[in-house]
């Protein structure tokens, strides 16, 4: 298929998907609602260790911005296709995907790029509260570059963490079910992406390790690439890690695939 | 003119007494605990699973917190260790939950969407006890037991002995605040009745469980009684630990017990209104 043709398809399933997504706007609605609450509980959390005298290495204004902005970033590099993909290989349902000129990779674009429209509609309001109830210490003085370079890294992180969970879903090629990995996985972002904790704040030992992981660069990078005066280096080592573990993790992923395919037996095609 | 004898007029009642009626809902329970058991020894390998990940969810609890302490040697009067005690408890609330209560909850918009429910209201039996309870999965024990050794070292580690009267009051409260999340968790559940879906609901659930893991005395007063009154997770986890350290009051778990008996008979009535809304999908 030319680009053309693919961009065609992948609008149309676009459309299909915003209306899927539009029938449960209530069920969206909600799911924005439980997302925004961890960034606000941590927020407070950190905000009371301040109040109670402890000696930070950020201040409150990075804290608040930091968490204010988080719950948008998240959305943005989000992906959800593990939680599916297994069970459309192991029931079968990929074979009708396997005789159309399309791959199943543009449903999954476009369902991902769909409800995070529908889900921003509903997320932005929430954000908008969020950020005016601290509205005194959301700051947020970042030169233009710097806008620029925030979102590059966001577009980078949901390439990533778009490929990291493709990855994961490709289990089920070879696992009767992947929830476990999928679990596993979860477990193990929910402190590594800086969500609850923001990275800066782990242990000068740990920090290290912590900049090197992969999961710094769904969207901590990004936010700190914007609110942190990272030097030169920082900045450059942070972009090539970046740009290296998206490209790595879709290169994996799509060989993973190529060699799940070769194995996939359609049990019920 | 008399009415005609059936077989069914003959027959004495289920249950005479309301004793009865428990211990009859006792041992059907004790039956699905049984059936569950035989069914995880079945799935071994997602037990298996089930274990692993209660144990990054135990490191995934306790991480934030020692985080939290390298910072500060107290928050809002509580000290690392008692907070390490906080999250065990949370452990042990979540293993329940886990192990008895969501396997049900987050079946029940199967149970409303396809007609499910028509089998359930025929049953000679509850059917909110039913719906509530039917399904178990005893490998989510495992968080009750890693969640009570870590209450254990917290409360070791920060030098408190609570006497056998705080345990039993914390236990009462706890209870209490387990019952409440049952019920809290029920009521958003049951507005399945009128719409398509809920399985966000377990998400968001999940979302504000979370706050459960630290004491409330570290959100704002309008958050606090939001967790202690709307959404109870105080009653589940910082109120029963605040009596363990001696920080409790001798009125707090007669609050719990008033307020559990009041929200459990709202929660009955809010069922049998939900249910009259019920057009059974599959007839």
Same mark, same amino acid.
């Given at each position: ?24 706007? #209530? ?26 005298? #402890? ?18 970033? $998240? ?15 192991? @029931? ?9 000129? !399309? ?10 790029? $769909? ?11 929430? &954000? ?28 980078? !992180? $949901? ?30 972002? $929910?402190?590594?992406?800086? !969500?609850?904790?923001?990275? &800066? ?22 936010? @700190? ?20 573990? #998206? ?23 | ?20 009626? *428990? ?8 039956? =699905? %605990? ?22 990054? %969810?135990? +490191? ?10 390298? %910072? ?27 192990? =008895? ?20 209201? *025929? ?5 909110? =006890? ?22 254990? +070292? ?50 968001? =659930?999940?979302? *504000? ?9 570290? %959100? ?23 009596? *363990? ?39």
């Amino acid at each position: 298929m030319t680009i053309g043709q693919t961009l065609r398809v992948i609008r149309r399933l676009f459309a299909v998907n915003i209306a899927n997504t539009l029938a449960y706007r #209530a069920e969206f609605f909600i799911y924005m609602f439980g997302s925004i609450i961890t960034p606000i509980m941590a927020l407070m959390i950190w905000r009371a260790t301040l109040t109670s005298g #402890a000696s930070l290495p950020v201040d409150t204004r990075y804290l608040t911005t930091y968490f204010v902005l988080s719950s948008l970033a $998240a959305l943005v590099t989000s992906a959800w296709h593990q939680m599916w993909l297994p069970s459309m290989i192991r @029931d079968g349902k990929l074979s009708i995907w396997l005789v159309r000129p !399309g791959s199943v990779f543009f449903e999954i674009v476009a369902n991902n790029l $769909a409800e995070k429209a529908i889900k921003f509609l509903f997320l932005a309001p929430m &954000v908008g509260i969020f950020w005016w109830f601290y509205r005194d210490d959301v700051v947020v003085k970042a030169s233009v570059l710097r806008w620029i370079g925030f979102t590059a890294c966001l577009l980078f !992180g $949901a390439l990533f963490y778009f490929s990291l969970q493709a990855l994961i879903g490709t289990v089920g090629f070879w696992w009767q079910d992947a929830r476990a990995v999928d679990w596993f996985a979860g477990m193990v972002q $929910a402190i590594l992406l800086g !969500g609850i904790v923001p990275l &800066v704040l782990f242990p000068d030992w740990a920090q290290g390790f912590v900049n090197a992981q992969p999961y710094r660069y769904r969207f901590a990078f990004a936010l @700190d690439v914007l609110l942190r005066d990272m030097s030169r280096q920082e900045l450059v080592t942070g972009f090539i890690l970046q740009a290296g573990y #998206a490209m790595g993790f879709a290169m994996l992923a799509r060989w993973c695939w190529l060699r799940g395919l070769r194995s996939y037996s359609a049990v019920g095609g | 003119m008399d009415t005609p004898e059936t077989r069914a007029s003959r027959r004495p009642p289920l249950d005479p007494t309301i004793v009865h009626r *428990l211990r009859r809902h006792g041992r059907l329970w004790k039956r =699905f %605990f049984v059936m569950a058991i035989a069914r995880e020894i079945q799935y071994r390998a997602n037990a298996i699973s089930i274990i692993l990940v209660g144990i990054a %969810f135990i +490191i995934v609890s306790i991480l934030p917190v020692l985080l939290l302490f390298q %910072f500060a040697g107290e928050v809002n009067g509580w000290n690392q260790d008692e907070v390490i005690a906080l999250v065990g408890l949370f452990q042990v609330m979540t293993g329940i939950m886990e192990t =008895f209560i969501r396997p049900n909850m987050t079946r029940f918009t199967a149970l409303v969407s396809e007609g499910d429910l028509d089998p359930v209201l *025929l049953r000679p039996i509850s059917s909110q =006890f039913y719906v509530t309870f039917r399904w178990m999965s005893p490998a989510s024990l495992f968080y009750v037991i890693a969640g009570a050794a870590l209450l254990v +070292i917290g409360l070791h580690r920060a030098g408190i002995q609570p006497s056998p009267v705080e345990i039993l009051l914390a236990t009462v409260i706890a209870t209490c605040g387990m019952i409440l999340l049952v019920c809290a968790w029920s009521a958003l559940v049951y507005i399945v009745f009128w719409t398509i879906s809920v399985a966000s609901i377990a998400q968001l =659930f999940d979302d *504000l469980w979370t706050a459960g893991g630290y004491p409330v005395v570290f %959100f704002p007063t309008p958050l606090r009684l939001f967790l202690t009154f709307v959404f109870p997770v105080a009653f589940a986890t910082t109120i029963p630990v605040d009596l *363990l350290t001696g920080r409790g009051h001798w009125w707090q778990p007669l609050l719990a017990v008033a307020v559990t008996v009041v929200v459990a008979g709202l929660i009955r009535m809010w069922w049998r209104y939900a249910i009259r809304s019920y057009a059974s999908a599959s007839s």
